[in-house]
């Protein structure tokens, strides 16, 4: 395993934010199940977590709207054909808990809290909700990706996260790593249900603000 974790965490930016935020989780599982909702072309999460699931007692559930069933040969592999937010039928095939939850799907805040809402009540306390590209910088018209609406969706799924910490800061602890585009980790503490999120009010515009600024 640390011979594939030396040469993995080399090969891109995303490898290297997968080993160094990501995998640190990971390696905490023993026995648990490992939920993914992307794969894509390149299978890099996939391949990670199936790679960990040949040396622990681990089993992983890719959920991706296009076919890769073919992509791995493996026993404690099940791919799930299917869109992320077709609850009702991925709830008949997937287990009642998961020890590592990854979301890599569709990069927009409306669908990332709708994932989020729909599925964290099957992580483990104590347990791990990874959302991908929350990062807008690399987006920015000056930045090497420059996309329009990649920026705007990355920020305001980085927003949404901060709103949700908002009314849950009893229930969660978030991280963010901002390598390559990004990824946040929410830490589920209890196993109250997640509260809706909640609008940021800061003084930024405040009176007092505007007059620290001029004596600044």
């Known amino acids: 395993m640390e011979t594939f974790i030396k040469n993995y965490e080399k090969k891109s930016r995303h490898h290297f934010k997968l080993i160094n935020f990501l995998y640190p989780e990971l390696k905490k599982l023993k026995s648990e199940n490992i939920l993914e909702f992307g794969v894509s072309e390149k299978a890099m999460s996939t391949e990670l977590f199936l790679e960990y699931t040949r040396h622990k007692n681990c089993r992983l559930y890719s959920i991706d709207n296009v076919d890769y069933s073919s992509k791995f040969n493996e026993n404690r592999w099940k791919f799930i054909h299917s869109r992320d937010d077709e609850y ?80 849950n800061r009893e229930n969660i602890n978030i991280d963010f790593n901002f390598h390559g585009t990004g ?23 405040s009176l007092k603000n505007f007059i620290r600024k001029i004596f600044k």
């Open 88 to 167: 009702s039928l991925i709830r008949k095939i997937i287990p009642k808990e998961f020890g590592l939850i990854l979301l890599d799907t569709i990069h927009e805040a409306s669908h990332v809290k709708k994932i989020i809402y729909k599925y964290y009540n099957l992580l483990k306390i104590n347990s791990c909700f990874f959302i991908d590209d929350i990062s807008w910088i690399p987006y920015l018209k000056d930045s090497d990706k420059n996309r329009f609406y990649a920026e705007i969706n990355n920020f305001e799924t980085f927003k949404l996260l901060l709103e949700i910490l908002n009314n």
């Open 183 to 205: 990824m946040c980790k929410i830490l589920k503490l209890n196993k109250k249900k997640l509260n809706p999120p909640k609008k940021i009010i800061t003084r930024r515009n």
